[in-house]
C-alpha cells in the first residue's frame, strides 16, 4: 500500500474522454490498493478563455477579481473528474482549495503556498476515497480565491504529496517524460528514466517546459519522489517507464550531460559606454528588480579607457518594453551614450551534475558551437550547468551539435 | 439614497458588452447616491454547457459535484462584474456563495436559502462599496457549493434583498416587464405597469417565464418590491417603466383580469375503472408524490354504476414516464382497467386578483372558448385564478380569445 499524489495536466482532461481516461488511471491504483489523490489542471483552453475575459474586459484588472474568474477553470474539471471516478464504482469527491483550504499568501496570481490542511483528507484517504483535488489555487487569508501563476498545478501537487506524506507524485502530461532534449529538434533525443532534482531544476528554469520550475524546487525541498508520465503512452495498468525525479545517489550510471534545454524567451539588452564606477551595477538592477523585472545572464565588459564601460544582460522577452522604461528614467541618475537590444536571442543551456567531477565540459560546448560557426554573445555557468546566448536561428543547428557533441544521440 | 439590489440574468450578461452595459446601470444608481448589490446569473448558454459536461459524462452523477461544476458559471460572471465597474471607476468586489456566505440547506441542485449572513456586507455597501454577488449558489452547512435550481438567480436576488432591507429589487432581463400575455402570441398584448404579488406568483406558476415562482413567493413573503426590467431597452438613467410588483394596495386601478398565461409543460393521465371507495385517491397520489411527481390539477368522475369511476390528473410532462412506472407497481394493490396518457395538451390559465369581487369570469372563459369550439378537458381554480387543460393544437387560438374577450386588447 502506498500514498499516491496523481497529477493531470490540462491536455490530460482536455475533454470528456480524456477525463475518463485519467479516471481509469487513478482507478487502477486504487485497485492496486493505493490510497490516491489527484490534483487537476483546467480543461485544455480553459484558462486561455478566462485569461482572455479579464484581459479584453479591462487591460489593468484587480488581480483579485482575475483569480476567482480563472481558478473556475479547475473547479470544473474537479467535480467532473470526481463523477467519473464514481462513475467506475470509486469513491471520490471534489475539493476545491478553499475548501481543504490550501492556504497562501494574498500575491494573487502569484500565490505561494503556507500551509496545506490534510487532517480531513488524511480521514478520507485512509478510508479509501480518492480526493479530487483543483490545482493551481488556494485561498488567501481574506478568504479571497488565488491562484499560483501558470503551471501552478504542477507546484499543488508536489506540495500536497509534501503535505500527505506521499510515496510518490506522479505527473501525467502530453509527453511521457524528460528527454535529453527538445525531440522535436533532435530526432534521437532519449527519454531519462532518471534525472537528479538539481538537473530537473536546471532544466525546467532554463527552457523545458516539462515541469514549472517552481514544482522541482519543491519537490527537491521536500524530497517529494517525482515521476512524469504520459497520460496517452500507457495503457491502464501495465508498467509505467516515464521519467523518474531523483536524489542524486539514486542515479545509478550518471553521464557527465544528461540534457540540452534552450530558451526563446530572452532578450538581450546593451548598455553603451555608462561609467565604470562602483555602485554602477546598483544603479541599473536595482530599478530594475523594483520593477520586477527579472535579470538573468549579466557580463561587464573591461573598460576600455577606464573610465566608461559596457554591460550586457538578458532579460525575459516579455519584458523587454518595460525594460527600456526603466534605463530611460534612470538616465540622469546614471547616464549612458545609447541602449542597444535584440530579442532575436537563444539561450542554450548544457546541464549535468557529472560536471562537478568532470573537466573539458565547457571547452567541449565551445567547441562544438565554433565548429558551426556560431558566435557565443553572452556565457554564464553554474555548478552543473553552462549556458550560452547566441543568435535565434542557430537555435536546432545548436541544439543537435551539443547533443552529438556530449554523446546523447548515443541509443 | 436607496439600497437597492439589481439582478442580472443570463442575456444581460451574455457577453462582455452586455457585462459593460450591466455595469454602466450599476454605476448610473451609484452615481444617484445608491447603495446597490448586483447578483449575476452565468453568461448565456454556460449554465447548459456546464450541466452538459455532467450529463455526458454520466446520466447519474452526484448532486453535490454537479453543483461544483454548474456554479463556476456565476462566479466568473462575478468576477467578470467586478472588473467592470471598476473600470469605470466604481469601487466594487465579487461575493461567491461560500464567501458571504448564503448559507443553503444540503439539497443539492434545488437547495433552499436558510440564512445569508449580511454584516460584512453591509458594511461595505455603507462604505459605497458595490458588492457583486453569484446569484443561483450558495453553500451547505457542510461547505458544500449548492445550486437552487434553474432560474434559481431571481431568488438569490429577491433573498439578498430581504437581508439587506433593500428598498428595491430590480430584475433585469430581455423583456421590458411582465405582460398581459405573451407578445408572441398576441400583438396586442400591453406590459403591465404593476402586478400584485398574488397575480405574479400565479402568472409565474402558470406558465409566464419572466420570474422564477420561487422568487416571487419570497417577495411576497417579505414585502420586496419587485421590479421587472429591459437591461436592453433603456438607456442608462433614463426613467425605467418596466413592472412593478408590489401589494394590492398599491395597484390603482385594478382589472377584473390582468392576465392570461398558459403551459405546454403538461401531460394528461386517467385512470380508467378505478374502485370507487375511500382511500383510492390517497392510494394513488400517496406514491406519486413519494416518487417526488407534482400532481397539478385533478378530476374525479361521477361513479358510473356506484363501484368503479374514472381519475384524472395532470403532470409535469417531463414526469409523464415517472408517472406511468409508479401507477404499474401499485396495480396490484389498486386494480384499475387501464391508463391513458396525453402530452398533446396546455393549460390556459386566466388569473386576476378582481376576480374576488367579481362574478362572471368564468362563465366568460368558457364562452370565449366555446365560440371557438375548443372542448375543456380539464378545470380547476383558485381565488384569483381559472385554468382549463385543452389540446395543444388550440394555444394560440385561445390565448388570443382570451385576451379578446377580458378586454386586454384595448390599449
Not at 493531470?8 to 475533454?15: L, P, R
Amino acid at each position: 500500500m502506498a500514498r499516491i499524489v496523481q497529477k493531470f495536466g490540462g491536455t490530460s482532461v482536455g475533454n470528456l474522454d480524456r477525463i475518463r481516461n485519467a479516471a481509469r488511471k487513478t482507478a487502477a491504483e486504487v485497485t492496486a490498493n493505493h490510497q490516491v489523490a489527484v490534483v487537476v489542471s483546467a480543461m485544455a483552453g480553459e484558462t486561455n478563455r478566462l485569461v482572455r475575459l479579464c484581459t479584453d474586459l479591462s487591460r489593468i484588472h484587480d488581480a483579485r477579481e482575475y483569480d476567482t474568474v480563472v481558478a473556475s477553470g479547475e473547479q470544473v474539471t474537479a467535480g467532473l473528474m470526481a463523477i467519473a471516478l464514481q462513475d467506475l464504482g470509486i469513491a471520490a469527491r471534489s475539493w476545491l482549495g478553499w475548501q481543504i483550504p490550501v492556504e497562501t499568501d494574498d500575491v494573487h496570481a502569484k500565490a505561494r503556498i503556507l500551509e496545506i490542511q490534510t487532517a480531513e483528507l488524511d480521514r478520507r484517504l485512509n478510508n479509501r476515497e480518492v480526493a479530487v483535488v483543483t490545482g493551481f489555487q488556494g485561498v488567501s487569508t481574506r478568504q479571497r480565491i488565488t491562484t499560483m501563476g501558470r503551471g501552478g498545478s504542477d507546484t499543488s501537487a508536489v506540495a500536497l504529496a509534501a503535505a500527505l506524506n506521499a510515496d510518490r507524485c506522479d505527473i501525467y502530461t502530453d509527453v511521457d517524460g524528460v528527454y535529453t532534449t527538445d525531440p522535436n529538434i533532435v530526432a534521437q533525443a532519449r527519454r531519462l528514466n532518471r534525472i537528479t532534482y538539481e538537473e530537473m531544476l536546471e532544466m525546467a528554469s532554463q527552457g523545458a517546459k516539462v515541469l514549472q520550475t517552481r514544482s522541482v524546487e519543491l519537490a527537491m525541498k521536500h524530497r517529494v519522489r517525482l515521476q512524469v508520465l504520459s497520460s496517452f503512452a500507457n495503457p491502464v495498468g501495465s508498467d509505467l517507464p516515464g521519467t523518474l525525479v531523483v536524489d542524486e545517489e539514486e542515479v545509478l550510471e550518471q553521464e557527465v550531460v544528461s540534457g540540452i534545454a534552450y530558451s526563446r524567451d530572452e532578450a538581450k539588452v546593451t548598455v553603451i559606454r555608462v561609467a565604470d564606477q562602483p555602485g554602477v551595477a546598483a544603479a541599473i538592477f536595482g530599478p530594475l528588480a523594483d520593477a520586477a523585472v527579472n535579470v538573468d545572464m549579466i557580463v561587464q565588459n573591461i573598460a576600455e579607457d577606464g573610465s566608461v564601460t559596457d554591460i550586457t544582460f538578458t532579460v525575459p522577452r516579455s519584458d523587454l518594453h518595460r525594460t527600456r522604461q526603466v534605463l530611460e528614467q534612470i538616465r540622469n541618475q546614471t547616464p549612458y551614450e545609447r541602449l542597444i537590444t535584440d530579442a532575436n536571442v537563444v539561450k542554450i543551456s548544457v546541464i549535468g551534475v557529472g560536471m562537478r567531477s568532470h573537466a573539458g565540459v565547457a571547452k567541449r560546448m565551445f567547441q562544438a558551437l565554433a565548429e558551426r560557426g556560431i558566435n557565443i554573445q553572452v556565457i554564464s555557468t553554474s555548478e552543473i550547468k553552462i549556458s550560452v546566448l547566441i543568435p535565434e536561428e542557430y537555435t536546432e543547428l545548436a541544439v543537435r551539435a551539443l547533443h552529438a557533441a556530449y554523446g546523447l544521440d548515443r541509443p
